[in-house]
């Protein structure tokens, strides 16, 4: 158990919809990130919050946002789902920007 | 771009084998080579990291290699177990406060009993 939660563990919508993903960190880790898993692209990096503050964004659609918050749970927002975006969505944490990353077992979107 | 090439894409390895997988990378600014470990319905999660200041590190049955001039870097299993049987990433980060992983594609390890 990395000590990392995301909730849910499977979501299934339609394509249009718009939904949260959450991510608890490991207790005392500043840093999330962000990262979806697909067949076609494999792991890719989206986003990462130190603090509550962005600090650096990767191959994150402008469909997407997140936010992290005062107790540093942070929350993945998806719109205008399309179909392309059925994928795992992970969370990692670290307790500094310069320390290994921890994953959760991710949330499994599906697009209907 | 893919900046972190991986191979091979499947591997199976009889018991007690030596299971190696491979990658190669680009940007000469990475700085921080780890590999995760992952099996069906769970996140990836960190088996061994290395810097490019050492060229080899061990723990327990798992080694990285590291060739800096090459710009490449391996994971070795020894003794390799059918609990080992999982798809393995490599991936490298690059300084700063981000560190944001870059993945290779992923190898499929399969050990038979």
């Known amino acids: 158990d990395s000590g990392v939660t995301q909730t849910p563990k499977h979501l299934i919508t339609a394509t249009g919809q718009r939904v949260t993903l959450r991510c608890s960190p490991r207790?005392?880790?500043?840093?999330v990130y962000w990262y979806q898993q697909s067949l076609d692209q494999g792991l890719q990096f989206l986003i990462q919050y130190y603090n509550g503050e962005e600090r650096a964004k990767g191959n994150i659609l402008e469909r997407f946002s997140a936010q992290q918050f005062p107790d540093l749970h942070s929350e993945l927002n998806l719109s205008s789902l399309e179909l392309g975006d059925s994928a795992l969505y992970f969370c990692?944490?670290?307790?500094?920007?310069?320390?290994?990353?921890?994953f959760g077992d991710g949330t499994r979107l599906s697009i209907l | 771009q893919q900046q972190v090439k991986q191979s091979p894409q499947s591997l199976i390895v009889q018991k007690g084998g030596i299971s190696i997988i491979n990658c190669a990378y680009e940007?000469?600014?990475?700085?921080?080579f780890p590999w995760y470990q992952q099996f069906p319905g769970k996140g990836p999660a960190l088996l061994i990291a290395i810097r490019p200041d050492v060229s080899e590190k061990k723990e327990g049955r798992f080694t990285i290699s590291f060739n800096k001039s090459a710009k490449q870097f391996s994971l070795h299993i020894m003794d390799s177990q059918p609990g080992d049987s999982a798809t393995y990433f490599c991936a490298a980060s690059k300084g700063g406060s981000a560190r944001q992983l870059t993945f290779g594609s992923g190898t499929q390890l399969t050990v038979l009993p």
């Open positions: 940007n000469t600014a990475f700085d921080y």
């Open positions: 990692a944490s670290s307790d500094g920007p310069n320390q290994p990353q921890h």
């Open positions: 207790s005392g880790d500043l840093s």
